[in-house]
């Protein structure tokens, strides 16, 4: 290795700490608000509001999953509480796919690093295609004569 070659590295390697080191508070204060969401949210309030009109179910789980971003795998495991609570295939599909897609709570952090504008019009865009997959998953469901609740 180059003298230059170990200088560029150490400059990229400074520039990466400091960029780090920026973003640190943004990325644990993201996280602290996601526990605290996680937390807040329990499967009994949702199905406690979910059950009513098709539609809006799809819009109030798809803002209740976009508000508690988390792990898939806790998403699933919500999913299927919420389902077994009587709450619709469309509003839980709408929760899931809109917990692991769309993420307001990141979205500080997001915004960070790629720009103001594209994590709102990433947020915005996966939003309204989670509508349209959970329709589109139900439909494909019922379409094939499976047994949904």
Avoid at 10 to 19: C, D, E
Avoid at 24 to 34: E, H, K, S, W
Avoid at 69 to 88: K, M, T
């Amino acid at each position: 290795m180059t003298t230059a070659s170990a200088h560029r590295i150490g400059t990229s390697l400074k520039k990466t700490g400091h960029v780090f080191m920026q973003a640190l508070p943004v990325i644990a204060g993201m996280l602290l608000l996601t526990s605290l969401v996680l937390t807040l949210f329990s499967p009994q309030l949702a199905a406690r509001y979910l059950g009513g009109n098709d539609f809006a179910d799809a819009l109030l789980g798809a803002a209740l999953g976009s508000i508690a971003a988390g792990p898939p795998l806790a998403s699933y495991v919500l999913g299927g509480e919420l389902l077994a609570g009587g709450v619709s295939l469309l509003a839980v599909t709408a929760l899931v796919v809109s917990w692991v897609t769309v993420g307001l709570v990141q979205l500080p952090a997001e915004a960070l690093f790629l720009g103001r504008r594209f994590a709102l019009a990433r947020n915005l865009v996966a939003f309204v295609f989670t509508l349209a997959v959970a329709w589109l998953t139900v439909q494909t469901l019922h379409g094939l004569g499976a047994n949904t609740p």
